[in-house]
């Protein structure tokens, strides 16, 4: 079984800064990939962010890349999102997501196989 528990999601004005975490447990030595995502109500889920755990390669949006830092902190099985220069549109429900299947790669969403349950970002203008 395997848990991630997402936080540190908030409420802040354009241009503020807020970072994510999340905190993988369970069974996690043949985890491939780890993401973030984000979900509005008049939006398909979207990747954010992607790391490789087993050399650290990231992937990321265009719509967050210079903006966005995904890192991971195998010692604490915790995963960041680091997140500045917010906008408006990027307030929307993130999730992370990680991914067991050898061979993936990119930010689709059917590539992962858990999820977390999800922390409310919102972007005030």
Same mark, same amino acid.
């Given at each position: %079984?395997?848990? &991630?528990?997402?936080?540190?999601?908030?409420?802040?004005?354009?241009? *503020? +800064?807020?970072? $994510?975490? =999340?905190?993988?447990? *369970?069974?996690?030595? +043949?985890? %491939?990939?780890?993401?973030?995502?984000?979900?509005?109500?008049?939006?398909?889920?979207?990747?954010?962010?992607?790391?490789?755990?087993?050399? *650290?390669?990231? &992937?990321?949006?265009?719509?967050?890349?210079?903006?966005?830092?995904?890192?991971?902190?195998?010692?604490?099985?915790?995963?960041? $999102?680091?997140?500045?220069? &917010?906008? +408006?549109?990027?307030?929307?429900?993130?999730? =992370?997501?990680?991914?067991?299947?050898?061979?993936?790669?990119? &930010?689709?969403?059917?590539?992962?196989?858990?999820?977390?349950?999800?922390? %409310?970002?919102?972007? +005030?203008?």
């Amino acid at each position: %079984q395997v848990l &991630l528990v997402e936080s540190g999601g908030g409420s802040v004005q354009a241009g *503020g +800064s807020l970072t $994510l975490s =999340c905190v993988v447990s *369970g069974y996690t030595y +043949s985890l %491939q990939w780890l993401g973030w995502f984000r979900q509005t109500p008049e939006k398909e889920r979207e990747g954010v962010a992607g790391i490789y755990n087993r050399d *650290g390669s990231t &992937l990321y949006a265009d719509s967050v890349k210079g903006r966005f830092t995904i890192s991971l902190d195998n010692a604490k099985n915790t995963l960041y $999102l680091q997140m500045n220069s &917010l906008k +408006s549109e990027d307030t929307a429900m993130y999730y =992370c997501a990680a991914d067991y299947r050898i061979g993936t790669f990119g &930010l689709g969403a059917d590539n992962y196989d858990y999820w977390g349950q999800g922390t %409310q970002v919102t972007v +005030s203008s």
